[in-house]
């Protein structure tokens, strides 16, 4: 997938998000579209290239999504990219329970980095709900799940990928 | 020399891309005017998604309200027709009850008023034949009807009770060919029987009047109490012919003052009103 694909893949699912957001106002805070192509691009193609996702869709999701610090997003995003490109490269990541897993963990931990990032900042931040957010890691899941397989789907590539993904 | 490990590249690379995002942050964090420009270039840049993405939300979700909305309305109108059935039904029920409501108010004061010893019943059927005129009541020995009681309604006298049985009894109209009522015509008192005619003839005849009593067309026939079934006072209706004078007796013509082919409701009188003046409106209006 080129750069201009990675451009659309972002793209299409800040479109699916403002979808949700305006369909179902009160599942939207539950759902995060854009975690999407940033774990495809780190399981499937380069650490650099999911940095790069996770920098365009924090940004996008910080200007429509977020009413806090202008970057946090991208940060939380790039920051997880980086991870994500680095773990693929060691461990196979494909099969469903490691994708599902993987989008759970990257939900997770960027609630944390939020928070994290918030105080360090002296911001103001609600107090966390492990509910809320164990939610959000399972939407996360399921939606990087079906995410790979329309992708792949449409990109042509097996769905057990092509091994670990390169640097 | 050698190249960079990739691993250091992405590291730098990724170093570079969160200190851009730190500057960011910490721009937006010291409050200054309005947006950045990198955040406005962002806007500018996936604004044309999220408009689109808006637009078709907002287009499924009319579109989905529109149908909810369609199946709603749907639903409320066939539960509205029901209603309206329903109500169009109890309507046409109360129209029915309203008229009876009525006749059983009007018996209900014309037994005050004129029976207070009696039995309201209804006409359950009439039989109005040349041979025969009588009505079957809905009221018989159970509710303490006897024979020969007197069965009046609000116009007047209807008949007498001729046979009961435990539900049900049969009263022989005044215009039966058999039957036969003391009466006397109320503006001066004088004497006489008013037979039934039969035939097709719903005309009550007044007999044995005196040929020579004053007698006029008009005049008011009441019943008199001399036959021991009938109390005085009751209308049996008005003189409508009235024959040659001078002889022994003259005939007279009697039209009736109920409409027996309307009688819904009667009063069988139980009391011993036989001879007892009337106190009712009649006897009022009359006077």
């Known amino acids: ?167 | 020399m050698s190249s960079p490990s990739p691993v250091r590249g992405n590291s730098v690379f990724l170093v570079l891309l969160l200190f851009i995002q730190l500057l960011l942050m910490s721009g937006s964090v010291k409050g200054g005017d309005g947006v950045s420009r990198l955040e406005a270039a962002v806007v500018i840049l996936t604004s044309p998604v999220a408009t689109v993405a808006s637009w078709a939300g907002s287009g499924v979700r009319s579109m989905f309200l529109g149908v909810r909305g369609t199946l709603v309305a749907r639903r409320e109108n066939l539960r509205f027709r029901a209603t309206v059935e329903d109500l169009a039904a109890e309507l046409d029920r109360l129209k029915e009850i309203e008229p009876e409501n009525r006749r059983l108010r009007e018996l209900l004061s014309m037994r005050e008023w004129m029976a207070p010893e009696s039995i309201g019943a209804s006409v359950v059927s009439a039989s109005l034949s040349r041979e025969s005129r009588l009505i079957i009541i809905d009221r018989g020995s159970g509710s303490g009807v006897r024979e020969n009681q007197a069965v009046v309604a609000w116009g007047g006298a209807v008949g007498r009770v001729v046979s009961v049985s435990p539900g049900f009894a049969k009263v022989r109209l005044l215009s039966d060919p058999n039957s036969g009522v003391a009466a006397v015509i109320r503006h001066n008192r004088v004497d006489g029987m008013v037979l039934g005619e039969g035939g097709d003839s719903l005309v009550l005849t007044m007999k044995y009047v005196s040929g020579f009593a004053d007698v006029s067309m008009g005049d008011v026939v009441v019943t008199s109490g001399l036959d021991g079934i009938f109390p005085r006072g009751y209308r049996i209706g008005t003189v409508t012919y009235v024959g040659a004078g001078g002889t022994v007796s003259r005939d007279i013509h009697v039209s009736p003052a109920c409409r027996i082919d309307e009688l819904e409701d009667v009063l069988v009188l139980t009391g011993r009103t036989a001879g007892g003046l009337l106190r009712g409106p009649e006897l009022e209006a009359d006077r």
């Open chain 1, 1 to 167: 997938m080129t750069a201009l694909g990675a451009i659309l893949f972002v793209a299409v699912c800040l479109g699916l998000q403002v979808l949700v957001t305006s369909l179902v106002p009160g599942a939207a805070e539950y759902v995060d579209c854009l975690i999407v192509p940033v774990v495809w691009f780190g399981i499937r193609r380069s650490q650099r290239a999911a940095m790069l996702t996770g920098c365009m869709a924090g940004l996008a999701q910080d200007v429509w999504f977020r009413s806090a610090v202008f970057g946090l997003s991208g940060f939380e995003k790039t920051f997880l990219g980086w991870i994500l490109g680095g773990l693929s490269s060691r461990f196979d990541l494909n099969s469903t329970t490691s994708l599902f897993t993987t989008g759970f963990m990257f939900s997770v931990a960027q609630n944390l980095l939020a928070i994290g990032l918030l105080r360090l900042m002296d911001q103001v931040t609600v107090r966390p709900m492990l509910v809320h957010w164990l939610i959000q890691g399972l939407v996360a899941g399921l939606l990087v799940v079906v995410g790979f397989a329309i992708v792949n789907r449409i990109a042509g590539e097996n769905d057990t990928g092509s091994g670990y993904s390169s640097y």
